[in-house]
């Protein structure tokens, strides 16, 4: 990680890690079932699919989700609903499931045609004194495909170190000002 910003309030500069950044914007890509989980049609879809494959079983019990075979059936039957706690581990499980499922597309997507051009927004400094201020520029760059790879493994993984490592590698090709940009008010790209 890179070091400048380690007191990064200290004059009321507002960002978040870099890294962090390019794991919630890996996460707001993962799109699922708009209804919600505390809705009878939110807990059938959900059900539909975690019961479709043998993974979505190991992602149910990996969730916690320990009913007998006849209880499912009344589940996906309709004939009786998961109670509160089953409703969120059923959640839980659908949005591992999901998340696993989605992994290989996303790679696909971010790693097309070279990879994907990220906007780079630096911290916010309008609370900051005009002395103490950087001079900061919003960047843009090509995050080649071996660095989108390795951030979507780190994400799935919820391994923060290693998605911090991949950030700090992307940022490396800002040159010297590299550091100034291991902290972020934002990221954003479109795959």
Do not use: C
């Amino acid at each position: 990680m890179a070091g400048r910003w380690m007191n990064l309030g200290q004059y009321n500069a507002h960002g978040v890690r870099g890294a962090e950044a390019l794991g919630a914007g890996i996460e707001n890509m993962v799109t699922g079932i708009h209804s919600g989980a505390d809705t009878d049609r939110g807990i059938t879809a959900r059900l539909r699919y975690l019961t479709h494959s043998a993974a979505g079983y190991t992602a149910m019990e990996r969730a916690g989700i320990a009913v007998t075979p006849r209880t499912l059936f009344a589940w996906l039957a309709e004939e009786r609903t998961p109670n509160t706690a089953n409703r969120a581990r059923l959640d839980a499980a659908y949005w591992n499931l999901r998340r696993h499922n989605i992994a290989a597309d996303l790679k696909r997507r971010l790693t097309s045609r070279g990879g994907t051009r990220i906007e780079i927004d630096p911290v916010d400094q309008t609370a900051v004194e005009r002395r103490h201020r950087r001079d900061l520029a919003t960047r843009r760059l090509t995050v080649r495909p071996r660095h989108w790879n390795a951030a979507v493994d780190a994400w799935l993984a919820d391994d923060d170190e290693a998605l911090d490592t991949v950030w700090d590698e992307v940022i490396h090709s800002l040159g010297s000002d590299y550091d100034a940009f291991s902290h972020v008010s934002s990221l954003g790209w479109n795959a």
